[in-house]
T-cell receptor
Framework: GQNIDQPTEMTATEGAIVQINCTYQTSGFNGLFWYQQHAGEAPTFLSYNVLDGLEEKGRFSSFLSRSKGYSYLLLKELQMKDSASYLCAVRDKDYQLIWGAGTKLIIKP | IAGITQAPTSQILAAGRRMTLRCTQD?????MYWYRQDLGLGLRLIHYSNTAGTTGKGEVPDGYSVSRANTDDFPLTLASAVPSQTSVYFC?????????????FGPGTRLTVL
């Protein structure tokens, strides 16, 4: 079967750094996506990795290791507005997205 | 304003009733998707369409049907609603295939089946 694992919930402090991990076992691999979802809203795209390494985009970075089936999303200089769920998704051999259950990130002042 | 719209925003439905959730996009994307999102579970694909005139089954297609008569519209129909179909339904669109073709999501429809 296909499986995406993420921690259910994490807590961090405003201004700090947090790393959200994602491990996956899927039928094929054609890229990994991170999305942000605020409560009651739709998911919005954050990042895409298809090759090993780090992709940086402002305060957010995403890392991929295909050999380990592992990715992380790194959020720096945390702000209160970063309180949201972060969804990891892998595009499988059929080019469909397989989604993790999401990590709820709580930011405390 | 470019994007995806869904209707209705929310609905309470009696079990056994028929219901169509509407989805329209104006980004001229070829691919469209219907997901359901339940607490503690990831988004699960119900049906998809890679281009107008074609549709495919996702992970949880039973009890749902779709049509894709044109590029812009992708309605989802529940023929006879059951309480287990209580969920938040998201429609999404993208360009299909390789590359960083991210999916864009509509605002969702919150459906309660009693």
């Amino acid at each position: 079967g296909q499986n995406i694992d993420q921690p259910t919930e994490m807590t961090a402090t405003e201004g700090a750094i947090v790393q959200i991990n994602c491990t996956y076992q899927t039928s094929g691999f054609n890229g990994l996506f991170w999305y942000q979802q605020h409560a009651g809203e739709a998911p919005t795209f954050l990042s895409y990795n298809v090759l090993d390494g780090l992709e940086e985009k402002g305060r957010f970075s995403s890392f991929l290791s295909r050999s380990k089936g592992y990715s992380y999303l790194l959020l720096k200089e945390l702000q209160m507005k970063d309180s949201a769920s972060y969804l990891c998704a892998v595009r499988d051999k059929d080019y469909q997205l397989i989604w993790g259950a999401g990590t709820k990130l709580i930011i405390k002042p | 304003i470019a994007g995806i719209t869904q209707a209705p925003t929310s609905q309470i439905l009696a079990a056994g009733r028929r219901m169509t959730l509407r989805c329209t996009q104006d980004m001229r994307h070829n691919a469209m998707y219907w997901y359901r999102q339940d607490l503690g579970l990831g988004l699960r694909l119900i049906h998809y369409s890679n281009t107008a005139g074609t549709t495919g089954k996702g992970e949880v297609p039973d009890g749902y049907s779709v049509s894709r008569a044109n590029t812009d519209d992708f309605p989802l129909t529940l023929a006879s609603a059951v309480p287990s179909q209580t969920s938040v339904y998201f429609c999404a669109s993208s360009e299909p295939g390789q590359g960083s073709n991210e999916q864009f999501f509509g605002p969702g429809t919150r459906l309660t089946v009693l």
